[in-house]
């Protein structure tokens, strides 16, 4: 990271740290608990990110094409959601503009997807994806020797995968992740992998990004339930919220939630996904889950900041 780059987020975050609603998630109907009267912070923006993308005519690169079902794929599907959800949050929730991140089918770079979110001034981020799972090893008799018989490992395809998985971003770093950055550092460079990264030696900037971070978590996870509670109320089989490392989920200066919908190799999800009823079901679940979370916001009020 560079020095001036480090400093206008330092600055950034201060704005943003103190302007933040601030409640305790921890046990769901507790919100009110640690709060006094605040701020009216009224949500007004929330981005839409359709996941992947084709690879734009006239371009080379590699593009994160997305998965695959038997007759559709995952930047398709996400792409159809994306401007159903925009149309009924608009509609449900009328003073809030809905920005998608991708509007054709060529993709967007992950970067690019942070920064429209932040340009926008979304106050909420909600990745569409599908899941697939990847093939499967399967030792079989291919001979024998000897009477013995000789293995040989295969790959399968493994289409058990169903239902919706919530990812929210983990920000426990790994050695891999703490080494890369210190190498960034050390040797000058600029990787826009890790360009939100605070110098990990400056225990200011780690404390303020630690702050940062802990606000929007508990922001995220708390969307992650309402999603849960949403689907779930669908019939949806769910997997559950899980932390991850996603890049466009920590870049994104506001809460943020990826929403794996269903698994595209899976022959019932993906009928699923493509139908009508499915579609509008999915995007009825995060229209009501939205809803809530914007009551519950918008409702509670708020600490000054420490
Ligand atoms: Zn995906």
Known sequence: MKNKALKRLIYGLLIIVGSLPSFSFASGNSLQTDTVTGTGYKIKTIIVDPGHGGRPSGTTGTYSHGASGSFSTERSVTLALAFKLQAELEKQLSTVKVVLTRTTEDDVSLQRR????????????????????????????????HHKAI???????????????ILVYG??????????????LIEGGDSSEFDTNPDPNDPASMILMNEYKRKY????????????????????KIEGIREQGVHVLCHSAMPAVLVETGYID???????????????????????????YKNEVEGVTVTQPQ
Do not use: M, W
Request: hydrophobic fraction near 35%; aromatic fraction near 4%; charged fraction near 30%.
């Open 114 to 145: 942070a920064e429209i979110a932040n340009e926008n001034k979304g106050d909420l981020f909600i990745s569409l994806h599908c899941n697939s799972l990847p093939n499967r090893g399967v030792r079989e008799v291919v001979g024998h020797k």
């Open 151 to 165: 293995y040989k490992t295969i790959e399968v395809a493994d289409h058990s995968g169903r239902g919706v998985l």
């Open 266 to 292: 899976n022959a019932d999800d993906e009928a699923y996904l493509n139908s009508e009823q499915g579609q509008n079901e999915i995007v009825a679940s995060i229209v009501r889950a939205v809803q809530s």
């Open 171 to 184: 920000f426990h770093r790994t050695k891999e992740e703490e080494n890369a950055i210190k190498q960034n």
């Open 217 to 236: 978590r508990k922001q995220s996870i708390h969307l992650a339930e309402l999603l849960v509670t949403e689907f779930g109320a669908d019939g949806r």
